[in-house]
């Protein structure tokens, strides 16, 4: 799909401010910013929008003053407001909660979407190609595209998601090690309270469930491929693990599919990632990604565009006089607002694969429930300043 400015035919160069690679959440909403001030951006996106994607979509109200300034008002497009929170064991204990700063639910389908038209309503150049090479020359960037376009910017995002074959061209750490996850998603129609987002365990994994617009209830769950792999299909590791959980098999038997087959992805990794990977600013999932066992993955994508964004505007501006200080203060301001995020996640979701230790905190989230208002403040932020 391409936006109403004309790109270059094939072979040829031209130039842009800024080159964004992936038009997911963090892209969109970087294109979006940027372009609000006459920055000329090219956004590069293989696929076509709008697209169903493997996501929790459920986001916290932390990134509304954002979207606001960026002229996005999700309810106008149907999300679903929800301040509850519920939480159950692989022994099927449960305890609930109220949400601190509360969130809302909508599909990525609905909001890639329509941030998307923003996007191109603002003049931002969106081109459906792959990006196979970036290289970095003489403080330009050069970008080389599947269908053999050359693109050159000042700056250049990477929001390419979890995990991309540039991320193994550019030889990035985390790609070296194992990604030993895979994500499940399902639209089902059914009942579901409207304010509420649960977080339903079982053996080896876990999952959220929320509602959508269109009274939609989003099913998606994370396990690891070596508790999958023992099973024969998504629907026969369903009915012998994740079923285990009394919850998700009453949600799962009691609705309808809206999607004909789940979708899935595979070689999810939660391995730390940096900011900044060869002078290019990473966002979103590109920069690090926080075990959806905490719930908040798109907000941190939408934030991460809105620190980027600020920062570059600077540079270009030439407030911020070198390129080594724009990428310092990102990398400074990036682990400001989520490594404290991502090290919570990662602690939380390892106490919850071992059942004993769950039962015990549940237990003790029982007896002392503002606990849980303070481990879910731990994995959420606070709205940034425009």
């Known amino acids: 799909m391409r936006a109403n400015t004309t790109i270059p035919q094939e072979g040829t160069l031209d130039v842009f401010d800024v080159i964004i690679i992936g038009g997911g959440l963090a892209g969109l909403c970087n294109a979006i910013h940027l372009s609000k001030f006459g920055t000329k951006v090219l956004l590069i996106e293989k696929n076509e929008y709008p697209k169903h994607k493997v996501c929790g979509e459920y986001i ?17 497009f149907g999300a679903v407001k929800i301040d509850n929170f519920e939480l159950s064991t692989t022994k ?8 601190p700063l509360g969130g809302f639910g909508i599909s990525r389908f609905q909001l890639d979407f329509v941030l998307s038209e923003k996007a191109k309503k603002n003049g931002v150049n969106i081109l459906q190609d792959a990006v196979v090479n970036t290289l970095f020359k003489e403080d330009l960037f050069l970008v080389t595209t599947k269908n053999n376009n050359v693109f050159s910017a000042k700056i ?7 995990r991309s074959l540039l991320d193994i061209k550019m030889d990035r750490d985390f790609i070296q090690k194992k990604a030993p996850y895979l994500g499940v998603k399902i639209h089902v129609k059914g009942n579901f309270p ?17 509602k959508v617009e269109n009274n939609a209830i989003n099913l998606c769950y994370i396990t690891s491929y070596a508790a999958f792999k023992k ?8 009915e012998n693990v994740v079923f285990k959980n009394k919850f998700l098999k009453q949600i799962f038997k009691q609705t309808s599919p809206i999607f004909e087959n789940p979708l899935s992805i595979s070689q999810i990794s939660f391995e730390t990632k940096k900011p900044v990977e060869n002078h290019m600013i990473m966002c979103g999932d590109s920069a690090g990604m926080i075990h959806p066992l905490c719930g908040n993955g798109m907000s ?4 991460s565009a809105q620190i980027a964004s600020k920062l570059i505007l600077n540079y270009l501006k030439g407030t911020q006089t070198t390129r080594h200080q724009l990428e ?6 990036w682990n400001k607002q989520f490594k404290w995020r991502l090290k919570a996640g990662h602690f939380i979701a390892l106490l919850f694969r071992k059942d004993k230790i769950a039962a015990m905190m549940l237990q003790l989230l029982k007896k002392f429930p503002s606990l849980l208002t303070i481990i879910i403040k731990h994995t959420h932020g606070k709205p940034i300043d425009n």
Do not use: T, W
């Open 231 to 238: 099973h024969k299909n998504i629907n026969d590791f369903q």
């Open 60 to 76: 916290s109200n932390e990134v509304l003053p954002y979207l606001n300034f960026l002229e996005i008002n999700p309810f106008d």
């Open 92 to 99: 099927n204990k449960r305890i609930e909660a109220k949400l």
């Open 328 to 333: 310092k203060s990102y990398i400074r301001q």
């Open 156 to 162: 250049c995002i990477g929001s390419f998601g979890k």
């Open 300 to 303: 941190m994508a939408i934030q």
């Open 194 to 210: 409207e304010d509420l987002v649960a977080l339903h365990n079982f053996k080896g994994g876990y999952c959220g469930v929320s």
